[in-house]
């Protein structure tokens, strides 16, 4: 192997931003990885100049900052990142400038359709809770944060959050100066929210196309029952095996574009299928979407299309682990969580999953369906 990737791995999300800060976690995402950094103009600019990739997210319970380089460039990167993460240099024209990107950010993904129908199916899924706001914040709420309460984070963040550093290549570097941070002595789960009622919403269809996202409320991580959600979102999923796939494309013709995934939160986990539809054939696609889970909540997948998924789903997690910079995230994000990440022990979960299993996963599904549309016809 050529190359190195390097993940840090942060145990706080969207979900920890103060009430009246919401963004503030995605906003100083942004600013770590643009902030100068030693010498240099700032850890994403240096990475990229040596010809490598450098990248961020802000997720709902942790953050990720990601590099990928030659392996004769990870040593420096390694210090630049853990420099520009732990120990960031910037000033008020730095915030406001990466402030006016964000805001910048926020107006694309509310000019985007399959984008806003994710926060609206996670409002009414989660609503009145940490886990239903949106990620990155309203641009109100952007606008409002105060320099100090983006310090008053950051030191949170990486003063008082678990931190977890993965590095897939050649040869570990040495990160003398993270370790006491990374080594700190920090509790793994973070006080529960409790759950409300889930909000159902009458279904208005605009007369031009439109996403629509179809779920419920699933396993939450680190539970047994995770696996099963992630076998019926393979059932579901844009696969030409999947009965879904089936029923819209070939059966149908209802749908184009379309994708199904589970992900685990602390209190509950979030199930969904996403379609592209026109309006016209939207209360259609609502109507097949439902039959297919009623069917596998009735009689479970066949045994073809259960082999199948669990192939689907045992290869994606081989494919990642061959992928270096996908492996590397996927180890950092399961230490910061306490839950070590093995293929061979999720793959072993997964492969045990059966059609009975299948089948009260999607039970529990029907049980409180989520239906959520956009953009919102004009009124």
Same mark, same amino acid.
């Given at each position: 192997?050529?190359?190195?990737?390097?993940?840090?791995?942060?145990?706080?999300?969207?979900?920890?931003?103060?009430?009246?800060?919401?963004?503030?976690?995605?906003?100083?995402?942004?600013?770590?990885?643009?902030?100068?950094?030693?010498?240099?103009?700032?850890?994403?600019?240096?990475?990229?100049?040596?010809?490598?990739?450098?990248?961020?997210?802000?997720?709902?319970?942790?953050?990720?900052?990601?590099?990928?380089?030659?392996?004769?460039?990870?040593?420096?990167?390694?210090?630049?990142?853990?420099?520009?993460?732990?120990?960031?240099?910037?000033?008020?024209?730095?915030?406001?400038?990466?402030?006016?990107?964000?805001?910048?950010?926020?107006? &694309?993904?509310?000019? =985007?359709? $399959?984008?806003?129908?994710?926060? !609206?199916? #996670?409002?009414?899924?989660? /609503?009145?809770? *940490? @886990?239903?706001?949106?990620?990155?914040?309203?641009?109100?709420?952007?606008?409002?944060?105060?320099?100090?309460?983006?310090?008053?984070?950051?030191?949170?963040?990486?003063?008082?959050?678990?931190?977890?550093?993965?590095?897939?290549?050649?040869? &570990?570097?040495?990160? =003398?100066? $993270?370790?006491?941070?990374?080594? !700190?002595? #920090?509790?793994?789960?973070? /006080?529960?929210? *409790? @759950?409300?009622?889930?909000?159902?919403?009458?279904?208005?269809?605009?007369?031009?196309?439109?996403?629509?996202?179809?779920?419920?409320?699933?396993?939450?991580?680190?539970?047994?029952?995770?696996?099963?959600?992630?076998?019926?979102?393979?059932?579901?999923?844009?696969?030409?095996?999947?009965?879904?796939?089936?029923?819209?494309?070939?059966?149908?013709?209802?749908?184009?574009?379309?994708?199904?995934?589970?992900?685990?939160?602390?209190?509950?986990?979030?199930?969904?299928?996403?379609?592209?539809?026109?309006?016209?054939?939207?209360?259609?696609?609502?109507?097949?979407?439902?039959?297919?889970?009623?069917?596998?909540?009735?009689?479970?997948?066949?045994?073809?299309?259960?082999?199948?998924?669990?192939?689907?789903?045992?290869?994606?997690?081989?494919?990642?682990?061959?992928?270096?910079?996908?492996?590397?995230?996927?180890?950092?994000?399961?230490?910061?969580?306490?839950?070590?990440?093995?293929?061979?022990?999720?793959?072993?979960?997964?492969?045990?999953?059966?059609?009975?299993?299948?089948?009260?996963?999607?039970?529990?599904?029907?049980?409180?369906?989520?239906?959520?549309?956009?953009?919102?016809?004009?009124?």
């Amino acid at each position: 192997m050529r190359t190195a990737s390097i993940c840090l791995a942060v145990d706080m999300g969207s979900r920890d931003d103060p009430g009246a800060a919401s963004g503030v976690a995605h906003l100083l995402e942004h600013l770590l990885m643009a902030s100068p950094v030693r010498d240099e103009p700032s850890l994403a600019e240096y990475v990229e100049r040596t010809g490598g990739r450098a990248n961020a997210e802000t997720g709902l319970d942790r953050m990720l900052f990601q590099c990928q380089v030659l392996a004769e460039d990870l040593a420096e990167v390694a210090d630049l990142l853990i420099r520009a993460t732990i120990a960031p240099e910037y000033d008020d024209n730095i915030l406001a400038a990466e402030r006016a990107v964000v805001l910048r950010e926020l107006d &694309a993904a509310a000019a =985007d359709p $399959a984008d806003t129908v994710q926060d !609206a199916f #996670l409002a009414a899924l989660f /609503p009145d809770h *940490p @886990l239903g706001r949106p990620v990155g914040g309203t641009p109100d709420s952007v606008r409002s944060i105060d320099p100090q309460v983006v310090r008053d984070h950051h030191t949170l963040m990486f003063g008082g959050r678990r931190l977890a550093l993965s590095v897939v290549g050649p040869k &570990a570097p040495d990160i =003398d100066q $993270a370790r006491s941070a990374l080594a !700190a002595d #920090l509790p793994v789960a973070r /006080p529960l929210v *409790p @759950l409300g009622a889930v909000q159902h919403q009458e279904i208005r269809w605009p007369e031009e196309y439109s996403w629509v996202s179809i779920g419920g409320r699933s396993a939450a991580a680190g539970t047994p029952e995770r696996s099963r959600f992630e076998i019926l979102a393979a059932l579901c999923g844009a696969s030409p095996f999947s009965p879904l796939y089936r029923a819209l494309r070939n059966e149908h013709g209802l749908a184009y574009s379309f994708q199904s995934w589970h992900r685990g939160y602390a209190e509950a986990g979030a199930w969904r299928v996403l379609i592209g539809t026109d309006p016209d054939r939207g209360p259609d696609v609502v109507q097949v979407v439902t039959a297919i889970l009623r069917n596998l909540a009735e009689r479970g997948p066949s045994d073809e299309d259960l082999d199948a998924a669990h192939r689907q789903v045992c290869s994606a997690l081989v494919f990642d682990t061959e992928d270096p910079l996908e492996h590397a995230r996927r180890l950092a994000a399961g230490a910061v969580a306490g839950a070590p990440f093995s293929a061979d022990v999720d793959m072993a979960q997964l492969r045990a999953v059966t059609a009975d299993d299948v089948a009260q996963a999607a039970q529990h599904i029907l049980r409180d369906l989520v239906v959520t549309v956009r953009p919102e016809p004009m009124r």
